[in-house]
């Protein structure tokens, strides 16, 4: 059940750090699972591939399986997805200057 205050209700959808950084990572594009889990480096395969499940679930990104062998999967974030980008931008900026003090 999705809370009445909209702040409330993102903090509920992202609580997670993993979920900020790996839409971080899919903004510029289709990702394999290797290439997340390298570009993360510290999350194991268990939470990442929770949180993409999560994140899937929510209609954040889709998941595409090719059918050959080895299998091959790729993410790629919706359009509410990348509605998502000036959020990203803001904490990305917010971050920059907090490094700064």
Known sequence: ?????????????????WKFLILRDLMDGKKRFSELKRSIGSISQKVLTQNLRSLESNGLLERTVYPV?????????????????????ALRAWGEKYAEV
């Open 1 to 17: 059940m999705m809370q009445s205050c909209s702040v409330e209700r993102a903090v509920v959808l992202f609580g997670e750090k």
């Open 69 to 89: 062998v080895p299998p091959k999967v790729e993410y790629e974030l919706t359009p509410l997805g990348y509605s998502l980008k000036p959020v990203i931008d």
